[in-house]
């Protein structure tokens, strides 16, 4: 099993820069593709990216490409989502999502809520 608990969500400016984190715990963290998700109120959650199990490979959602950048750090467990340039429209719950290759169930944390707005 793993858990997922992210941080460093907030209220920021339009045209203001985040950082989100997220801190997995569990054995396998090396093995999964790990990414990043959002959810804005009365719409579905969203990819927003993702970076392959050894950091090789990342993939973004076409409206966030050119301002967020996912990264990872597998010694120490984390996962992070350097966002700048952030717009109102980013504003949503921010979601760490784990996922094996091997298929089953993903792992989630709890969220984190971004808002942005002046």
């Known amino acids: 099993q793993v858990q997922l608990v992210e941080s460093g969500g907030g209220l920021v400016q339009p045209g203001g820069s985040l950082t989100l984190s997220c801190a997995a715990s569990?054995?396998?963290?090396?093995?999964?593709?790990m990414g990043w998700y959002r959810q804005a109120p009365g719409k579905q959650r969203d990819m927003v990216a993702t970076?392959?199990?050894?950091?090789?490979?990342?993939n973004y959602a076409d409206s966030v490409k050119g301002r967020f950048t996912i990264s990872r750090d597998n010694a120490k467990k984390m996962v992070y989502l350097q966002m700048n340039t952030l717009k109102p429209e980013d504003t949503a719950v921010y979601y760490c999502?784990?996922?094996?290759?091997?298929?089953?169930?993903?792992?989630w944390g709890q969220g984190t809520q971004v808002t942005v707005s002046s």
């Open positions: 999502n784990g996922r094996k290759y091997t298929g089953g169930n993903d792992f």
């Open positions: 569990g054995g396998i963290f090396s093995m999964l593709r």
């Open positions: 970076i392959s199990n050894g950091g090789i490979t990342t």
